[in-house]
């Protein structure tokens, strides 16, 4: 069951702002993982338009966030942006179609291993002894890890920042926070702004009889 | 008197050779060398047979000499696909539309020009600073030809039959003229007028010549048409072709125009450039462009032929008071007709003659 749902964007934008994160940064990370999903073509293998959304999504993340002081993180090989004085991190996952729905749960599209249940598990029960970490200066282990959960199918798209809190099987099964960031009618909005077909003022020219 | 001169440019108009234009009347290419050069005047039944084969009015070899352009004054966009006689037969349209020109002049006040000579700056801050001046902000430019003449220029169409020609301007002496050629789509010739503006404020004192000259005004039109900071506003990430199809239509350009300043803005990658070309071949867009705008056409010439319409003088009578034939000058008046611009006028409260 979830413990919150920030459904409205007043109410996302405020949270995200305790995160030291903001709506529009998000959706830029969305754009550039739909940018990545459209540079696929049929010739490409199944996979690739799963892995090149969320390659470029981490990249626009990380050009994002790290001119802002976050930093990037590979412990594990599990990709993200840190950001230590909030001891948070933000990972990008691609999700089905139960993203930014209210009374369903985004599910990872990609079965996810040992670290990310691991992620998982700090999410609820804070690591005791990050010293213990091999790298303490850095360490992480007990950073709270939230997931940028994109949805991308035809020209649907829907996204949502969220933490989770259960994991079987490879797969997020709840979560404790979820921050609406985009909904299918944000997007549509977005993508394919309604634009005046005859824009600019009008243009007045004198003509006068002598 | 004979003009030899109008009969040089009567036959660069009909883009015949000295040799054609002797076979077409029975005499020998030398005649009509010397008939040129004005060492002889040609006789009646000659005139005559020059007149017919020519298609211009007998009286037209009778009048003053005509403003001749030059190559050399004229910016042309298409420099190598253009053919000489392509080339003199455009630039004799713009000696033709001075004679319309100063016969308007002199019976009506058009805007005065309100150009600046920005030959000094890059072409992106030329177009930045010309926005500055006319007030127009990152807004988009609505009628690219009202724009024009509104600032002064003096605005034609040539209907060349060839696509070769894409457009020229010119300045004579303080008076800027551009030339449209209607064979290219709207879109396209929406472009040219950018272009043709770019070359009238970065090069009327000289400057660069050829391909540099035409880069230059390409950038500047670029920039005028799309500036940079709305651009980056209504399409701050680019994914798909259809996003530029549907954002064209706020800058009334062509997908093709707009993928190539994304491109240079970096909103889209080179590998998502090249894409967008193959998709825009493969969808046919090249031939036919999607969600196509109408020409855009001179409302200045519009708001004359209106007025003359009122005191029951017509474009046939104005073609006729200057010895041309009816075509040239409805070709380069956007096809316009007084009487359509009559009824226009009446029901559109916007277009107030002032």
């Known amino acids: ?210 | 008197m004979f003009n030899p001169k109008r009969l040089t440019l009567a036959r660069r108009r009909r883009r015949l050779t000295k040799i054609l234009l002797a076979g077409a009347i029975n005499v020998t290419p030398h005649t009509i060398l010397r008939y040129e050069s004005g060492d002889v005047l040609p006789p009646d039944d000659s005139i005559a047979k020059l007149s017919r084969a020519l298609s211009f009015p007998i009286d037209f070899f009778f009048g003053p000499d005509i403003d001749e352009l030059s190559d050399k004054t004229a910016s042309f966009r298409s420099l190598s696909a253009m053919t000489a006689k392509e080339r003199d037969a455009a630039l004799a349209a713009g000696s033709l539309a001075y004679l319309f020109s100063d016969w308007v002049e002199q019976r009506f006040y058009l805007p005065k020009q309100d150009l600046i000579n920005l030959g000094v700056e890059e072409p992106e801050g030329a177009a930045r600073s010309l926005r500055q001046k006319w007030l127009l902000g990152e807004q988009p430019i609505k009628n690219m030809v009202h724009l024009l003449e509104a600032k002064g220029v003096r605005v034609f169409s040539l209907s060349e039959n060839t696509k070769t020609v894409d457009a020229f301007s010119v300045w004579r002496g303080d008076r800027p003229y551009v030339f449209l050629n209607t064979e290219k789509t709207p879109e396209h010739s929406r472009y040219d007028a950018a272009h043709e503006l770019g070359h009238l404020v970065l090069h009327k004192h000289g400057g660069p010549q050829g391909r540099k000259a035409e880069e230059e005004a390409d950038r500047f039109a670029a920039s005028f048409l799309m500036p940079s900071s709305d651009v980056k506003a209504i399409l701050p990430r680019v994914t798909t072709l259809n996003q530029i199809i549907q954002a064209k239509k706020r800058w009334s350009v062509s997908v093709a125009a707009l993928n190539y300043r994304l491109h240079k803005l970096g909103i889209v990658s080179d590998w998502l450039y090249r894409t967008f070309c193959i998709q825009l071949t493969e969808r046919g867009f090249r031939e036919k462009e999607p969600y196509g705008i109408k020409r855009e056409q001179s409302i200045a010439w519009r708001k004359v032929f209106t007025e003359l319409w009122k005191e029951k003088v017509t474009k046939k009578d104005v073609a006729n008071e200057l010895n041309l034939p009816f075509e040239e000058v409805n070709n380069l008046l956007f096809g316009l007709e007084g009487q359509q611009g009559a009824e226009d006028n009446q029901s559109n409260a916007g277009l107030r003659l002032i």
């Not at chain 1, 939230?146 to 829907?158: S, T």
């Not at chain 1, 824009?199 to 007045?204: L, T, V």
Request: glycine fraction near 6%; charge should be negative; aromatic fraction near 10%.
């Open chain 1, 1 to 210: 069951m979830d413990n919150a749902v920030y459904k409205e964007a007043w109410d996302a934008r405020w949270r995200l702002k305790e995160l030291g994160l903001t709506l529009e940064q998000l959706i830029e990370v969305v754009r550039a993982s739909v940018a990545g999903r459209g540079d696929c073509t049929d010739n490409d293998p199944p996979s690739a338009p799963g892995w090149s959304s969320w390659r470029y999504g981490i990249r626009r993340l990380r050009e994002i966030f790290r001119q802002e002081g976050w930093e990037k993180d590979d412990t594990g090989q599990l990709s993200t942006i840190a950001n230590h004085e909030r001891r948070i991190k933000v990972a990008v996952c691609n999700t089905d179609d139960g993203t930014a729905i209210e009374n369903r749960i985004p599910r990872n599209r990609s079965r996810k291993g040992v670290i990310s249940e691991r992620a998982t598990d700090r999410n609820v029960t804070p690591y005791i002894f990050p010293e213990m970490e091999e790298d303490a200066a850095r360490n992480t282990a007990d950073y709270v890890t939230w997931y940028l959960c994109i949805y991308n199918e035809d020209d649907c798209v829907r996204a949502e920042l969220s933490c989770p809190s259960a994991f079987e099987a490879g797969y997020f099964t709840r979560y404790s926070e979820r921050i609406f960031i985009l909904s299918e009618d944000d997007w549509k909005t977005m993508d394919f702004p309604q634009q005046d077909d005859n824009s600019g003022p009008d243009i007045e020219v004198s003509v006068r009889r002598k």
